[in-house]
């Protein structure tokens, strides 16, 4: 089928991978690199062929590629949501590394928003859509649900001073790892002794062995039966049915999985299944956590000790014993080769830690430097409590003095933060195996609008409540002429009646449709971000 096609392109049509990406960047008006043209063709959207010996594209194939993505989703978006939306809010022009940027990618995180969002509103720019100036160098913002922590660093970048708040002892630990000041050269040290001691105790167990043998027998099967990316395009085809084609294979590859675990004595299924880290880790898997706890906590500074920590719980999650497609959101655990969806061939679970925490180390370490090189001279801290009823007064001069005191004196500035979605997340339980191995206390009762309360009359009539009654214990430290922005998707209108219970009214609403998202449904999303002000 590819030589039938390949005899009906024109020779002068084909063109490098590296003249793609450069042909491409012209015509997008945004940086096409060649991994990105590489990526179209791994996942069978566009024809790799040879042309002259040498691996070419199509040039009018990659256009009719782009010409059906632009423009058509800005339209489609705004028919099936009913509303204006102001594209210039999707940021689509930046690359995912443009929002994990520095230290915005040390942690995953559910439901947080990308800097780019945060630094539009508060900074002292001014365009066609954002005609005011709401915030200046050397304020200081709340975020009353401070989550990961995305405002507090993107303020730091701006100048501005900022406290946080979230009802998650976890949350808090990653937000202050980020913004903290720590010994980059003490933290190396330590991660460097803990690498070296993790990767003589996955040695004694013979776990590189079995990984070595296991990775060479999946691709000598995925090599046969899952050529790429002529595999890919079958399945986008309907040349061949996915599921079943996945599963028959599957099931061919147990056997000879199974013979591995037996030579080398492959420790699988914990004999507890009580808690997450009983049921979501292999053994081997478990037995290398564990030791890394116990080296963690044995790093004698806070700041190096709470990074290790980060890096650890990092490490945890991609190895829980899951799928590729199914690490947002987890439902039975995995402990044997399966077909992946994402990768469209047999991928394996993992058996060691080692490569996860090798590379998250040094992502860390890099993405500190990178952060420490943009950090302005200001304050930002983050505090666990109930934003309902939390002292901020109290908290702050226990903790942070400095920026107590510029709060006493000018109050703070206004609100950027967005609060949880009814129904949607439950904030503790996403990180259940951080609550595990390190022993923070849950507080999911206090949660606000959790997915384990649903969406039903009671639950948002509940989430009001809740919102309601942050915002008006916020309004004790705010200025007299604050401004509150809240980035939500309320599809349930409860915003203007939260409002209406915290004496404030909704000056604009600036609605902007999100993009590359990461969970497995990705149609048409929006989220509405409210500016509200004291109502007079």
């Not at 039966?225 to 085809?237: G, H, M, N």
Request: overall charge neutral; some cysteine.
């Amino acid at each position: 089928m590819q030589n039938e096609l390949f005899a009906t392109i024109q020779p002068d049509d084909f063109i490098s991978i590296p003249e793609a990406g450069h042909w491409a960047t012209v015509l997008l008006g945004k940086h096409v690199t060649n991994s990105n043209i590489t990526y179209l063709i791994q996942y069978g959207r566009i024809n790799k062929f040879f042309h002259n010996g040498a691996p070419v594209v199509s040039k009018t194939e990659l256009l009719h590629y782009y010409q059906s993505r632009s423009g058509k989703r800005q339209t489609d978006w705004e028919e099936r949501l009913g509303e204006k939306l102001n594209w210039t809010l999707s940021f689509e022009q930046y690359k995912e590394a443009e929002t994990t940027k520095h230290v915005h990618r040390l942690h995953p995180y559910k439901g947080k928003f990308i800097p780019q969002l945060v630094e539009y509103f508060l900074d002292e720019h001014t365009d066609s859509f954002k005609q005011n100036v709401f915030f200046h160098k050397g304020d200081v913002v709340l975020d009353p649900f401070c989550g990961s922590g995305t405002t507090l660093v993107q303020v730091n970048e701006l100048g501005i001073h900022a406290i946080g708040v979230d009802i998650s002892e976890f949350n808090t630990v990653i937000a202050n790892a980020k913004i903290q000041n720590c010994d980059l050269q003490m933290l190396e040290n330590e991660l460097s002794f803990i690498t070296n001691r993790l990767r003589d105790f996955t040695a004694a167990y013979s776990i590189p062995e079995f990984e070595d043998a296991l990775s060479a027998e999946l691709l000598t099967f995925n090599n046969k039966y899952f050529p790429s990316p002529q595999f890919k395009i079958d399945v986008r085809q309907k040349n061949i049915d996915e599921k079943t084609y996945g599963a028959e294979k599957e099931k061919e590859f147990f056997s000879v999985y199974q013979k591995l675990v037996h030579t080398f004595n492959i420790q699988l299924k914990q004999k507890e299944t009580g808690t997450f880290l009983d049921k979501w880790y292999v053994q081997n898997i478990r037995n290398e956590i564990d030791l890394v706890f116990q080296l963690i906590e044995k790093i004698p500074n806070k700041p190096e000790r709470n990074i290790a920590k980060i890096i650890l719980s990092r490490t945890m999650r991609s190895c829980r014993a899951t799928t590729h497609s199914d690490l947002a959101t987890i439902y039975e655990p995995v402990t044997a080769p399966y077909y992946c969806t994402k990768h469209g061939k047999i991928c394996k679970p993992l058996f060691s830690i080692l490569r996860w925490w090798n590379t998250y180390a040094k992502d860390t370490v890099k993405r500190l430097a990178e952060f420490k090189m943009l950090k302005t001279q200001t304050f930002q801290y983050c505090v666990t409590g109930d934003s309902r009823t939390i002292n901020l007064d109290e908290k702050i001069e226990q903790n942070k003095p400095e920026l107590y005191e510029l709060i006493r004196k000018h109050k703070i500035a206004g609100i950027f933060s967005s609060p949880p979605y009814v129904g949607l997340i439950d904030y503790h339980e996403q990180h259940a195996y951080a609550y595990d191995i390190f022993g923070f206390t849950r507080h999911d009762d206090l949660e606000i609008g959790p997915l384990f309360k649903g969406k039903g009359k009671e639950a948002r009539e509940s989430y009001v409540e809740g919102i309601s009654a942050v915002l008006n214990n916020a309004k004790t430290y705010l200025a007299t002429d604050y401004n509150v922005f809240l980035v939500a998707n309320d599809k349930f209108n409860m915003y203007p009646l939260i409002a209406e219970k915290s004496g404030m009214r909704i000056v604009n609403q600036y609605h902007r449709p999100v993009l590359n998202r990461t969970e497995k449904d990705k149609g048409a999303y929006s989220e509405t971000i409210f500016h509200l002000k004291e109502r007079r």
